[in-house]
């Protein structure tokens, strides 16, 4: 595995990856790799002759008051990871490199991002498509993968290759779970131990949601509202919000007629944790439909 900390590195090494005809698969991670990034390197390495890797904590799409600092980072063990799944080159630009003091263009989301994650963190998701479209025309994937626990973000990238003609496919890599239901995350590590306990009932939460479409349940308000009883219920955390929305879209619905997303965030005291479930009107998990 090829580890690179220069642009100009991995330009030479794109260049070469392009003349020699060979199909990329990119994974943008923020490191402290886990099983979850190791399903999306997997999907990569199946789908394409490279698998391009990169590590940014990216500081454009921390708020403030938010981990950027604290984030967990572990770069000996990340690079054992990504060499175990047999990634190809793994990038590690230092921020000064990726932004320059003399930068004076960011971009701005203006659809998909005033609901869940985006309404809560101002200016995240312009931080993720500022850092994404450097990191697009710096690796040229025809390919990339990204978790669906972060489904808002899959739905933003999904507007940005759609908006900014990126000849480049998303693949949206469904969540890897511990054995009893939490979504694996590197903030997982914040937990205490009896947030820990706890925090399994944020994913029943959803399928107890879920369920009531199942049994012919279609107004949002009353599945939220279940949803939000059941995490008061089984835990100590906060609620940030729980919402019920189209997808991608993410437009607010009124009744569940096709592919919608439900998502929560809760605060623990260290820590911030995002779910989802996205399904059909009916309640069936099937392959999620992206489409710009
Ligand atoms: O999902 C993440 O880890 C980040 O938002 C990403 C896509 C690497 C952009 O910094």
Do not use: W
Request: with cysteine.
């Amino acid at each position: 595995m090829d580890v690179v900390r220069s642009i100009q590195a991995l330009n030479e090494q794109v260049k070469a990856y392009k003349q020699q005809g060979k199909a990329i698969g990119f994974v943008p991670t923020m490191g402290f790799l886990h099983d979850g990034h190791q399903r999306l390197m997997k999907k990569a390495r199946e789908q394409n002759d490279i698998v391009i890797v990169s590590i940014f904590v990216n500081p454009l799409q921390f708020g403030p008051n938010e981990d950027y600092d604290r984030y967990p980072r572990d770069e000996e063990r990340d690079k054992k990871v990504a060499e175990s799944e047999n990634v190809n080159l793994l990038f590690l630009p230092t921020v000064e490199d990726m932004y320059p003091n003399d930068s004076s263009i960011n971009l701005q989301v203006v659809s998909r991002n005033e609901v869940l994650c985006g309404k809560r963190r101002p200016g995240h998701f312009d931080g993720v498509v500022t850092v994404l479209t450097k990191l697009f025309h710096l690796t040229q994937p025809t390919r990339c993968y990204f978790g669906l626990k972060d489904a808002q973000q899959v739905a933003v990238v999904d507007s940005l290759i759609h908006d900014f003609n990126f000849p480049i496919e998303i693949v949206p890599v469904s969540t890897v779970r511990e054995a009893d239901g939490l979504a694996k995350s590197s903030r997982n590590v914040y937990l205490s131990e009896q947030e820990r306990a706890e925090a399994p009932s944020l994913y029943q939460s959803l399928e107890a949601g879920r369920k009531l479409v199942i049994d012919g349940e279609r107004n949002p308000v009353t599945i939220v509202k279940g949803v939000e009883r059941f995490i008061q219920s089984h835990t100590h955390g906060k609620i940030d919000y729980v919402e019920l929305l189209s997808y991608p879209d993410l437009k607010p619905v009124d009744y569940i007629d096709g592919q919608v997303i439900l998502a929560i965030a809760v605060f623990f005291e260290h820590a911030r944790l995002i779910d989802n479930v996205i399904f059909q009107r009916e309640g069936s998990k099937t392959d999620v439909t992206l489409g710009g």
